[in-house]
């Protein structure tokens, strides 16, 4: 999730450079006139870019964390009497045969759980979710409003 937000930031930013690039004037027999259908374009270009900016953040910074499994085949630690490596969820060592604590049963947690969000986590994201819908409505209402 985080890195579709990434994804979605940096075609924002994109648009809203490509959008301030562009010439919205037309040459004409006096000079050059500014084009009102190029203009509207390049409203359109940035408020498009502006909301992937906004959703871009709202998702690289709310986005799922990746957690790592403690108990994964190639994480080891060494063990406390003969200090050779062996699993973090081994409680007897195989080299020399001597009981040692899990890393869960020092932590207190087993490791294949995932991680749910925070009540605060929760609360922010549905935050984050009512400022972007009151911004895609406000879009639908003005554009309504102004045909």
Not at 132 to 146: D, E, K, P, R
Request: net charge positive; proline share 1%; aromatic share 6%.
């Amino acid at each position: 999730m985080r890195k579709f937000g990434y994804f979605a930031l940096i075609v924002g930013l994109l648009c809203i450079v490509g959008a301030l690039a562009m010439d919205v004037s037309v040459s004409s027999g006096a000079g050059r006139v500014n084009n009102i259908g190029l203009m509207a374009e390049r409203q359109n270009f940035i408020l498009i870019g502006g909301l992937l900016l906004l959703v871009g953040v709202i998702m690289a910074v709310a986005g799922k964390r990746q957690v790592a499994v403690i108990g994964s085949s190639n994480d080891g630690r060494a063990c406390p009497i003969c200090a050779e490596t062996i699993r973090c969820a081994a409680v007897k060592c195989k080299h020399c045969g001597s009981e040692v604590d899990s890393v869960n049963n020092r932590l207190g947690f087993d490791a294949d759980v995932v991680v749910e969000p925070t009540e605060k986590e929760r609360r922010m994201l549905w935050v984050a979710r009512g400022i972007l819908y009151s911004i895609f409505a406000g879009f639908v209402v003005f554009s309504l409003l102004g045909r």
